[in-house]
Every structure is written in structure tokens, then in C-alpha cells.
């Protein structure tokens, strides 16, 4: 069972540039999020989407897009890279009331 | 709106003793879920315990236990015999068990809590 798998683990991008975080999972579930983690903090909500098509967003979206064509892909869109947007991302998924399974994490640096 | 909050942002515990992180919450909700995970340096977020909160009973997994004060709305790990393995940072974290609202499902995270295991 892969779980949930998050791509790339590392990135650099200069500011202005664009990137796409890649998340998938391979078990079904509907609930899929994407979060951020700043030093001294807990996870941030940026995303999430309930199913395939149905996107909304968290408590901090801006800078960021989202799609959902299937169940299984959840990708992040950077748009015009900012500093501000230095972070470790992290994709998740859930099912149903169980617990969230979490993919290993981006760490993220605008220069 | 869910917050939780962790007073401690820094603990240390001597190898083989044990160690309360503390957790508290606010919500008006009646039915949700708790978890405490570890972030060790690798970064990946490990579920260590989960407690839901129409259970009285607190949940506990081998050295891992949690006391859970739902009218006071606390929700501290206790960490028993602890291992230099145990170093890292710990997060409480809520969900509503309500899944037609506005948080989905949605995790809120405190800012955790960094646990040293000193040998």
C-alpha cells in the first residue's frame, strides 16, 4: 500500500515562477487536503476537496489553485512564487471518520 | 471556530520516565474527534493516539495514553518508559465529527509541542 504520495520532496523556485505539488492516493478515499507548515506552527488548511470535481477553499488559499479530475490526484498550484510562500506542504487524505494519512511532505523555498 | 491550543512549546524527559503534553480546545460542537501526532525530523506525520469524544473511557496504545477532560476540554499525552525514539515534535489536533458543514473534515492543529529524550 503506497498511501498517500506526495511529490517532489524538495523544491527551490525563484520568485515568480510556478509549480505544481503533486498528490495521490491509492485508497479511495473522497476527503483529500492540502496544508502548509510554517516554523512554530501547527498545519495551515489551504485546500480541500470533498470528491472528485468538488474543490473549496481552506483558511489560507491565496497565491494557490487546486483541481481534482479524479479521486485518486489532488494537485497544488503555485502561481507567481512568492516568498511569503516558503513552507513545508503537506497533502492528506482521509476516510470517512477514520484517521488523516499524510504524505511525506515538500519542502518548499521562494528566493 | 475550532482552536487548539499547546501551552508548551518546548519539553524535555530523562529516558525511561515519563512526560505530559498538554492539549486544550474550544468548540461549541458536542460530537468530534482528537489525535496527538509526532513530526519526528523526517517530517512525516505519524498518528500516535486518537480519542473519540462521545468515549468516556481515555484511549491508550502500549506507552502511549491520553487524559481526556471533555467539560474541560483537555486532551494531555502522556508518554510512559519514554525511548530516545520518542523525540519529537508532538501536535494535538481536532475534527468535528459533523461532515456536512463547512470544515469537511478538516484537521486544526495546535502549534505542537518539541520533546527532547534526554539519555
Known amino acids: 500500500n503506497a498511501g498517500v504520495t506526495q511529490t517532489p520532496k524538495f523544491r527551490i523556485l525563484k520568485i515568480g515562477q510556478s509549480m505544481t505539488l503533486q498528490c495521490a492516493q491509492d485508497?479511495?478515499?473522497?476527503?483529500m487536503y492540502w496544508y502548509r507548515q510554517d516554523p512554530g506552527m501547527g498545519l495551515k488548511l489551504i485546500y480541500y476537496?470533498?470528491?472528485?470535481?468538488?474543490?473549496d477553499k481552506g483558511e489560507v488559499p491565496n497565491g494557490y489553485n487546486v483541481s481534482r479530475s479524479t479521486t485518486e490526484d489532488f494537485p497544488l498550484r503555485l502561481e507567481l512564487a512568492a516568498p511569503s510562500q516558503t513552507s513545508v506542504y503537506f497533502c492528506?487524505?482521509?476516510?470517512?471518520?477514520?484517521?488523516?494519512?499524510f504524505g511525506q511532505g515538500t519542502r518548499l523555498t521562494v528566493v | 471556530a475550532q482552536t487548539v491550543t499547546q501551552s508548551q512549546p518546548e519539553m524535555s524527559v530523562q529516558e525511561a520516565e515519563t512526560v505530559t503534553l498538554s492539549c486544550t480546545y474550544d468548540t461549541s460542537e458536542s460530537d468530534y474527534y482528537l489525535f496527538w501526532y509526532k513530526q519526528p525530523p523526517s517530517r512525516q506525520m505519524i498518528l500516535v493516539i486518537r480519542q473519540e469524544a462521545y468515549k468516556q473511557q481515555n484511549a491508550t496504545e502500549n506507552r502511549f495514553s491520553v487524559n481526556f477532560q471533555k467539560a474541560a476540554k483537555s486532551f494531555s499525552l502522556k508518554i510512559s518508559d519514554s525511548q530516545l525514539g520518542d523525540a519529537a515534535m508532538y501536535f494535538c489536533a481536532y475534527r468535528s465529527a459533523m461532515w456536512d458543514g463547512g470544515s469537511q473534515g478538516n484537521l486544526i492543529f495546535g502549534k505542537g509541542t518539541k520533546l527532547s529524550v534526554k539519555p
Open positions: 476537496s470533498v470528491g472528485a470535481g468538488i474543490t
Open positions: 492528506a487524505s482521509i476516510r470517512g471518520e477514520g484517521e488523516a494519512f
Open positions: 485508497m479511495n478515499h473522497n476527503y
